[in-house]
């Protein structure tokens, strides 16, 4: 369980990626309010030993690695390895680099099967991750041209290594025992250039700073390194036909153990201290259970409900302050689903009825006042319904959904200290309520013998009540009434697959974005804005190559913005945004070792 860490060399050698929307309450242990991504890596003996190299523009070079390993006639492994560096599309015209915010990320993964005979399997997976990228996106006079100034670079390195282990036992004919049990430890340093500058930048017009006159450099710089341990454990029982109702079910018991320790240094609280110690540790035990069976010819009921306890304990100090701050939230948290599926002429129709819920915590910054440091839980009740239909030439999916939301979470940035730009702070607060409704749409469509028309569509609609937030120097905003940040009114994908029965490979897509609000915290909104993706190949049973780019328009688009106070003398606040990666061109080759080629 990796939320909130996770790299892109991890997606190497995966077997199944599945994206689970809407509340999630007994699919998997984890409990996900909006949705859950459920990543599986290739078992033993199912893809076979392969090779996957890449090499592009920004300084590209990824190279993947996998292979059976069979060690006895009951015991087999699969061993991978993915790797990922590049550039980081930035260049430090301060220290004369183009790596300051590049990535250089690892993937080590070992998985073993296990056949114990009589249906009874053990699946062990172990791997080591690290990712040792910098930190460089943002620079004062928000320019386009990926030119930064820090004079100090930040970091964004993470490393973590894990075990899990599946236990797969058939009780019975109809009756099954699953046991899963995952550990975890991750480092993680988070660093950054506070003032995004250097002292001759400063020093230059139109900011003028002089540090012999202000009596101190405008120089900030924060860093922070966490350590997180978790450990997992999940037991499940499920059944082919329940007892007396009848259908199939599964009965569950998850339980989670976080603890997190993190130590900051720098300029903190405007120079009033230069470390923070601090750790949390997070306990969750739920109980779940789902059953579906057949109420009518076609027509299919899933009912599942679960019951999650939840709490945090939260200890911070720091070499400025005699008393430690200590917080503590817990409570029961309740979801579940009620869904009806209906097989018609036109395809599979369904209906559904769920509840999902976030947990409540502890907001982690040593800045924050005691009224903003704890958040409550948030709770959703979603209805949607939907059509799948399927022929021979293509297949549709829509969907349509509202949500309410209670107690809604929103992601606030707040400048603690109005003198001091390392004193912007990001937090979770709570506003009063809100609601999200819209539609989604899934096509393809052979138009032609090797030629296939796909889309995606998304459109949304969202509003957040007005809530009230009190800063540092105890005023009182309001803010809400309007749309949800990062909620843009529609997404589109259109594309086009070709492939010829010589080989020839070909593919485009153009994807579009509705401007949507930066925060919660301030109304500044991103741009609409279009990507052109393409890739033109060749391939055989036993390999493929294609040459493919990326944002081929080189289309400046916003993908950040906070609103504070950096710039001297007159210390102003503005809006200061990121851009997402400009057009990348590169070259993929992947082998499949012992498949015939042509």
Do not use: C
């Not at 004062?140 to 993470?158: H, I, K, L």
């Not at 997070?282 to 409900?305: C, T």
């Not at 007005?466 to 990062?486: M, P």
């Not at 070259?587 to 498949?595: C, D, E, P, Q, S």
């Amino acid at each position: 369980e990796l939320s909130g860490l996770g790299s892109t060399a991890m997606l190497f050698d995966m077997d199944q990626v599945e994206i689970h929307r809407g509340p999630q309450s007994t699919v998997f242990g984890p409990d996900a309010m909006a949705g859950l991504i459920s990543m599986q890596s290739s078992a033993p003996g199912r893809l076979g030993p392969q090779i996957q190299a890449s090499v592009g523009g920004d300084g590209l070079v990824e190279l993947g690695v996998a292979a059976d390993v069979p060690l006895t006639p009951r015991l087999s492994a699969r061993l991978s390895y993915g790797g990922q560096q590049a550039n980081g599309f930035r260049d430090n015209a301060y220290l004369g680099t183009d790596d300051s915010n590049g990535r250089e990320e690892q993937t080590l993964r070992a998985k073993f099967h296990f056949d114990a005979g009589k249906g009874r399997e053990l699946t062990t997976t172990v791997f080591h991750s690290r990712a040792n990228n910098g930190y460089d996106a943002w620079a004062p006079d928000n320019n386009a041209d990926f030119r930064t100034y820090s004079d100090r670079p930040g970091r964004d390195e993470q490393e973590t290594s894990a075990i899990s282990a599946r236990w797969h036992w058939p009780l019975s004919s109809t009756m099954q025992f699953v046991s899963i049990t995952a550990a975890s430890t991750t480092d993680v340093e988070d660093s950054y250039d506070g003032d995004w500058g250097n002292d001759e930048f400063w020093a230059a017009a139109p900011y003028g700073f002089d540090s012999t006159i202000e009596g101190y450099t405008y120089d900030f710089f924060d860093r922070t390194l966490r350590q997180r341990q978790t450990l997992t454990h999940e037991m499940r029982l499920l059944s082919d036909r329940v007892p007396r109702l009848g259908g199939e079910g599964v009965v569950g018991v998850y339980a989670k153990q976080l603890r997190e320790e993190d130590a900051a240094t720098g300029y903190l609280f405007g120079g009033d201290a230069g470390v923070l110690d601090s750790e949390f540790d997070v306990g969750n035990l739920a109980v779940y259970s789902q059953w579906q069976r057949s109420v009518a010819p076609g027509l299919r009921l899933l009912v599942n409900l679960r019951a999650d306890r939840h709490g945090t304990d939260y200890d911070g100090a720091t070499d400025a302050a005699p008393e430690r701050v200590r917080f503590s939230t817990n409570g029961w948290l309740g979801g579940g689903r009620v869904a009806l599926n209906q097989a018609t002429r036109m395809g599979h129709l369904f209906v559904a009825l769920s509840r999902g819920y976030r947990p409540g915590g502890v907001n982690q910054h040593p800045r924050l006042s005691a009224h903003n440091r704890p958040y409550h839980a948030e709770t959703l009740w979603n209805a949607e319904s939907g059509l799948h239909v399927a022929t021979e030439r293509g297949a549709a999916s829509l969907t349509l959904f509202h949500a309410r939301r209670h107690d809604q979470q929103v992601e606030l940035s707040s400048q603690q200290d109005p003198g001091d730009p390392n004193s912007f702070v990001l937090l979770t607060a709570n506003a009063g309520a809100g609601w999200n409704a819209g539609a989604e749409l899934e096509a393809s469509y052979r138009m032609a013998r090797g030629l296939t028309l796909r889309t995606t569509a998304g459109w949304l609609l969202t509003h957040t009540d007005s809530y009230s937030f009190e800063n540092a120097q105890g005023e009182r905003l309001t803010l809400g009434d309007r749309e949800a940040a990062h909620a843009p009114s529609y997404t589109t994908r259109i594309g086009l697959d070709y492939e010829h029965r010589t080989g020839l490979l070909a593919r485009v897509t153009l994807s579009a974005t509705d401007g949507f609000f930066y925060s919660d915290s301030h109304n500044n909104e991103a741009a609409t804005h279009q990507l052109l993706y393409a890739s033109v190949g060749y391939q055989t049973s036993a390999w493929t190559v294609s040459l493919w780019g990326r944002n081929l328009l080189d289309e400046r688009y916003t993908t950040r913005g906070f609103s504070f106070v950096l710039e001297p003398p007159a210390y102003n606040e503005k809006l200061y945004v990121t851009h997402g990666d400009p057009r990348q061109i590169g070259v993929t080759l992947r082998t499949r070792i012992g498949a015939s080629g042509d």
